[in-house]
């Protein structure tokens, strides 16, 4: 499989980006790194996620699932996402998981706004 030299985004073939969802591609953008979106028949965020993070050449990969949205580094356990999002969250929680995905690939501090880590 080719690795790509950007963020890596699996997400389910059912899901479609919304107008919220849209909000984690803002995110990345800000932020000013390159990602690709991929769709699978998958619907686990959780495998999405470290799979991305495999085939990402910045180890950094985002799964979105049919109920969930994950963030992986590809040194984290399955399992153990770094940040894990339902699917009804508000479009200000997408675009903080955009730009963290972003942050952590350029070693800057995170954008929390309440959230707990996970890894």
Same mark, same amino acid.
Request: hydrophobic share 40%.
């Given at each position: 499989m080719e690795k790509h030299i950007s963020i890596v985004i699996l997400k389910n +073939?059912?899901?479609?980006?919304d107008d919220n969802l849209k909000n984690i591609l803002y995110g990345i953008e800000?932020?000013? $790194?390159?990602?690709?979106?991929e769709d699978r028949k998958e619907m686990? +965020?959780?495998?999405?996620?470290?799979?991305a993070s495999q085939i990402s050449k910045l180890?950094?990969? %985002?799964? %979105?699932?049919i109920n969930s $949205? *994950?963030?992986?580094?590809e040194k984290l356990e399955f399992g =153990?996402?770094?940040? =894990?999002? *339902?699917?009804k969250e508000k479009r200000e929680r997408y675009r903080a998981l955009g730009i963290n995905s972003a942050r952590l690939i350029k070693g800057v501090y995170f954008k929390l706004d309440g959230w707990e880590v996970n890894g």
């Amino acid at each position: 499989m080719e690795k790509h030299i950007s963020i890596v985004i699996l997400k389910n +073939s059912e899901v479609f980006f919304d107008d919220n969802l849209k909000n984690i591609l803002y995110g990345i953008e800000e932020e000013g $790194i390159p990602f690709v979106v991929e769709d699978r028949k998958e619907m686990d +965020s959780d495998v999405l996620g470290n799979e991305a993070s495999q085939i990402s050449k910045l180890d950094v990969g %985002i799964g %979105i699932g049919i109920n969930s $949205i *994950t963030l992986y580094h590809e040194k984290l356990e399955f399992g =153990k996402a770094l940040f =894990k999002l *339902t699917l009804k969250e508000k479009r200000e929680r997408y675009r903080a998981l955009g730009i963290n995905s972003a942050r952590l690939i350029k070693g800057v501090y995170f954008k929390l706004d309440g959230w707990e880590v996970n890894g």
